[in-house]
């Protein structure tokens, strides 16, 4: 009985999610952290798609998303085409986000997997359950915001991606003049 209330509420929570950037909005620049330290941000991918994805080891929902947006990047690292999936690990301890990425990385090398150990990277996003995915063009801007994961989501993801990727690249970001 303690099962199915604990799966209840994991599927209440991962449902609960709403975004709060919008489609055309500049997202916030910060996108987390590795497990190396790296610290990863959109002006940094700017020129690439970036499809961000927050999770947590407790979601079942993100579990299967994950592998699906691995083999997405992966064919597009082998194609030369300019996407990055970033996965945020949301509000696990660093303890679980590091065992995590360390599984992860040997099954799914492509993603760029970060950490957001209190969910203040998620709030601009509006996140309060997960999965949540946010695309962003290739200059930088919000496209689409999705708010939990089903298999019957992945051809309209896969359209709204390759859309992106079709998409004329960014002028190059201006240098500030001294």
Not at 10 to 25: N, S
Not at 103 to 122: H, I, Q, S, V, Y
Not at 145 to 154: A, C, I, K, P, Q
């Amino acid at each position: 009985m303690r099962r199915i209330g604990v799966a209840l509420l994991g599927l209440m929570l991962c449902f609960a999610a709403r975004a709060g950037v919008k489609p055309g909005e500049a997202p916030p620049d910060a996108l987390g952290t590795t497990q190396r330290g790296q610290v990863v941000t959109v002006s940094s991918l700017h020129g690439k798609v970036v499809v961000i994805s927050f999770w947590a080891t407790w979601c079942g929902y993100c579990m299967k998303e994950l592998p699906v947006l691995a083999n997405l990047q992966s064919l597009a690292t082998e194609r030369g085409l300019p996407l990055q999936v970033v996965a945020i690990n949301h509000r696990e301890d660093r303890d679980i986000f590091v065992r995590a990425s360390r599984a992860l990385r040997k099954n799914l090398p492509g993603l760029l997997l970060t950490w957001d150990r209190d969910g203040d990277l998620g709030k601009p996003y509006g996140v309060e359950g997960i999965p949540v995915m946010v695309m962003l063009h290739r200059d930088g801007t919000v496209a689409h915001v999705h708010v939990g994961y089903g298999e019957d989501m992945l051809d309209s993801l896969v359209a709204e991606i390759n859309a992106l990727l079709a998409e004329p690249p960014p002028a190059p970001a201006a240098v500030a003049a001294n």
